[in-house]
């Protein structure tokens, strides 16, 4: 590599390590800081206005009732405010005072509060008077609150002490550096992220080895940090580079977008907002939302355990049999690629006489004279895979999902297929669609391993949780009918 090329790489890096330093407060926490903000000033003027009142006319009071008001007001108020975006980021930190929008919001809140007292005859309980102060002083508190969190906000933003820590942007440093802080505003709701500047060099095969080594580096970083999307920026007419640059970073699990450059900018003078997003090109969509993601994993914790519990047995007497059958650990362990391209170690009872688990991985075929007595029995009925239920609980695996293969094995697929790198896209499973529908066992032929990888593509691009379902009754069957079990 040249002095200058080594100079720019050096560059990078220090470009990259700034970016990183300067985000000091995480943007995706302000849609919850904010609501829960506005929650506390209503509750707290509730409680001003309530016992302010009775203090003056000498009355007693109880608290109970001040929660309730307060906490069904906030319940009210904050989901409405929320249906505007009010609570974004890209909002909250411009100048504009939402005055007209608080003020309606507050006063159909108020009237909302006062049909409910009505309707479930509780009015008796919360005096009209305190109501009244309530009904006055939350706007007031209201409109002050949002004034000073704008103000900390746009103070914020100007310093570049607050961006997104799940999002990278790469691309072409030109370009990068064409980005204001108001467009990454508009195109991430941040006004800083985690930037990689490729390469600048003009010869086509330097700059290709270094956007490969930047690639990599910002990959590593989206793996590390667990980031959920990736923006490039490129000139929009170089449609080479871009296609090269989503052919690298396929693999990862994250929604990819290509904003706009700055020539497509300098079309439009049109002021985005939360209301109105930037538009930008969807190169890869996110196979999993992070609420998808949280369901499907309450469900496996509490199946995997379930399970656990009610196959101990036989899991005892599968590793006695073992134990007894033939020399060696009852666990195999074995080095696999799961979500995201990272490993693991998954576990399965031992059934053959040799332990794989390097460059060289030779599959099981029928047959196989590697495979123990008991061996047999445990393939034939999947109760060597029963161990997974502990790579499900601690995270590692789902209970449905692409089956994951030895390492020698995914790199082998990976040059043969284009598409095989998105079945990392989700966590890998002890059963999944590909083995309901008989592709399970080996992979012999290059044929079997499309065919694998087009079943594991279709799940991943029309999960439900009814198709999870589904896949686990027809593996029960699929177990019983022993198809292309060896």
């Known amino acids: 590599m040249s002095i200058e090329s080594g100079t720019r790489d050096e560059v990078s890096e220090l470009q990259c390590s700034i970016a990183r330093s300067a985000i000091g407060f995480s943007a995706e926490a302000i849609p919850y800081i904010l609501p829960?903000?506005?929650?506390?000033?209503?509750?707290?003027?509730?409680?001003?206005?309530?016992?302010?009142?009775?203090?003056v006319i000498g009355d007693p009071f109880e608290l109970l009732p001040l929660w309730a008001v307060g906490s069904l007001a906030s319940?009210?108020?904050?989901?409405?405010?929320?249906?505007?975006?009010?609570?974004?980021?890209?909002?909250?930190?411009?100048?504009?005072?939402?005055?007209?929008?608080?003020?309606?919001?507050?006063?159909?809140?108020?009237?909302?509060?006062?049909?409910?007292?009505?309707?479930l005859k509780i009015g008796a309980a919360y005096s009209r008077g305190a109501f009244i102060i309530f009904y006055v002083l939350t706007p007031m508190a209201l409109v002050a609150t949002r004034k000073a969190t704008k103000a900390a906000l746009a103070q914020a933003v100007s310093r570049g002490t607050i961006g997104r820590r799940d999002t990278v942007l790469i691309g072409d440093p030109s370009e990068i550096s064409a980005l204001e802080k108001g467009d990454l505003l508009a195109f991430c709701g941040a006004p800083d992220v985690r930037r990689f500047a490729l390469s600048p060099a003009d010869d086509d095969l330097q700059r290709s080895s270094e956007d490969v080594r930047i690639i990599n580096s910002a990959a590593n970083y989206v793996r590390h940090h667990n980031c959920r999307?990736?923006?490039?920026?490129?000139?929009?007419?170089?449609?080479t580079r871009i296609e090269f640059i989503r052919d690298q970073i396929k693999a990862l699990p994250v929604a990819v977008r290509l904003v706009p450059d700055k020539s497509v900018r300098a079309l439009s003078d049109f002021i985005w907002s939360a209301r109105n997003p930037a538009p930008t090109i969807e190169l890869q969509r996110a196979p999993l939302s992070a609420a998808q993601r949280f369901v499907k994993r309450i469900i496996d914790v509490v199946a995997a355990s379930l399970m656990l519990m009610f196959f101990l047995p036989i899991m005892a007497m599968a590793a006695i049999a073992i134990k007894l059958d033939s020399p060696g650990?009852?666990?195999?362990?074995?080095?696999?690629?799961?979500?995201?391209?990272?490993?693991?170690?998954?576990?399965?009872?031992?059934?053959?006489?040799?332990?794989?688990?390097?460059?060289?991985?030779?599959?099981?075929?029928?047959?196989?004279?590697?495979?123990?007595?008991?061996?047999?029995?445990?393939?034939?009925?999947?109760?060597?895979?029963?161990?997974?239920?502990?790579?499900?609980?601690?995270?590692?695996?789902?209970?449905?999902g692409p089956r994951p293969h030895a390492l020698a094995h995914d790199s082998y697929f990976e040059t043969l297929l284009s598409d095989y790198a998105f079945r990392h896209h989700v966590k890998p499973g002890i059963t999944g669609w590909a083995q309901c529908n008989g592709s399970r066992g080996g992979t012999p032929t290059v044929e079997h391993v499309v065919e694998r990888v087009?079943?594991?593509?279709?799940?991943?691009?029309?999960?439900?949780?009814?198709?999870?379902?589904?896949?686990?009754?027809?593996?029960?069957f699929e177990v019983l009918r022993k198809r292309n079990a060896y």
């Open 229 to 239: 999307q990736v923006l490039i920026a490129l000139t929009w007419s170089d449609a």
């Open 454 to 476: 087009k079943l594991d593509l279709w799940y991943i691009n029309n999960w439900s949780l009814w198709l999870d379902l589904v896949i686990l009754i027809r593996t029960v």
């Open 36 to 55: 829960a903000l506005d929650a506390f000033v209503i509750l707290l003027s509730c409680l001003v206005g309530e016992i302010g009142y009775h203090l």
């Open 75 to 119: 319940v009210i108020y904050i989901p409405r405010m929320n249906g505007g975006r009010y609570y974004e980021l890209l909002e909250s930190a411009k100048p504009r005072l939402e005055l007209r929008e608080i003020l309606v919001c507050w006063f159909t809140t108020g009237l909302l509060l006062a049909l409910f007292a009505f309707l």
């Open 329 to 400: 650990p009852v666990i195999f362990r074995q080095i696999r690629k799961g979500f995201n391209g990272k490993h693991f170690v998954i576990l399965k009872f031992r059934t053959m006489t040799v332990q794989e688990n390097g460059p060289d991985v030779v599959q099981a075929s029928r047959d196989d004279s590697r495979i123990t007595t008991i061996g047999q029995l445990l393939r034939s009925t999947s109760i060597d895979e029963l161990p997974q239920l502990w790579n499900v609980l601690i995270g590692e695996m789902s209970l449905i």
